[in-house]
């Protein structure tokens, strides 16, 4: 890469999924079929929950802001990349760039955190059940998802600055298909230790601390209702972590598929493959896991659905 020629680029080149004309029109359908889910589903997520007597409590106010985060996220990605599949070229703004980098980086580390805040209502309605609305109330927790979402916001909004104000070189072809840090980073041509210290810290930081107060509020529960003595009590106990275990699951069993990938077997396609079900699929998946495996998310269906047939033409 030539260092010499550092410019402003007016626009980037991003990768497409795939470069076969004739699985273009296949994929474009298939991730428009995804992203539509997804966006339906996650939005009736937050109205479900936003207007159902039965569902204001704790768990359905933290699922509501779950759903909020998956449909930011993957409409920071899902659009432009349906877009890549209808045009000659796949291009992006310099500014729409910086933009989907920051909503991408505030909804992901949002997701974590927001998933930690649900373990730890868990946690509390299983081990402390008589104290659960004195812990859990409206104060604490919108301070449990207020508190994620800025400290989010600040992480994003200091990399994408960080990235934004350096030297680019003149090369402007982006190795991925929509703006992430480490592909920009390679297309810098000042110094990027600073960058990525900043980065991997607040990476390490994000994944281990989130996972840990999955972990031991898991353990904790685990062990309350190993102690039950009905195994009524402890069928009611697990079907309420059920949902949000299953998510947890499938989101960390990406990321470690994403990044423990040994270097001898890593390639584009796999990272492709791999962002493309972290970025749409996981989002669709989310608002089926928690209206499938939960009664109370049914019946708020069932009701709505009621409610809409009454409504006359």
Not at 212 to 236: D, F, H, W
């Amino acid at each position: 890469m030539d260092k010499q020629n550092q410019t402003v680029p007016g626009e980037f080149i991003l990768m497409r999924i795939t470069d076969r004309p004739e699985l273009q029109a296949a994929f474009f359908v298939l991730f428009l079929t995804i992203y539509a889910v997804s966006a339906v589903g996650n939005l009736g997520m937050v109205v479900l929950t936003k207007v159902d007597s039965k569902l204001q409590t704790p768990m359905y106010f933290f699922l509501r802001n779950l759903a909020f985060i998956d449909l930011g996220y993957s409409t920071s990605v899902g659009p432009k990349m349906l877009v890549a599949f209808v045009t000659d070229q796949n291009t992006i703004s310099y500014h729409w760039c910086a933009t989907q980098l920051t909503f991408f980086i505030l909804f992901i580390i949002s997701e974590l955190f927001i998933l930690s805040a649900m373990a730890y209502d868990r946690f509390v309605a299983i081990c402390n059940p008589l104290l659960y609305t004195v812990v859990m109330s409206p104060k604490v927790c919108w301070v449990l998802v207020t508190v994620p979402y800025v400290y989010s916001a600040s992480v994003s909004l200091i990399t994408t600055i960080q990235i934004f104000i350096s030297s680019f070189c003149g090369y402007n072809i982006i190795s991925h298909f929509y703006c992430d840090s480490l592909p920009l980073l390679t297309l810098l041509c000042s110094s990027t230790w600073e960058i990525e210290l900043f980065i991997l810290i607040c990476s390490v930081f994000n994944l281990v601390s989130s996972f840990l107060i999955v972990l031991v509020s898991y353990i904790l529960i685990l062990k309350a209702i190993l102690k039950m003595n009905t195994a009524q009590g402890r069928q009611k106990a697990f079907s309420t972590c059920g949902s949000h275990l299953t998510v947890v699951a499938v989101l960390y069993a990406t990321l470690a598929f994403m990044n423990m990938q040994p270097r001898s077997s890593h390639s584009f396609d796999t990272d492709k493959m791999a962002s493309v079900f972290f970025t749409l699929v996981i989002p669709m998946l989310n608002p089926m896991i928690y209206s499938l495996r939960n009664k109370e998310v049914k019946g708020a269906l069932h009701r709505m659905w009621e409610n809409l047939c009454k409504i006359p033409i």
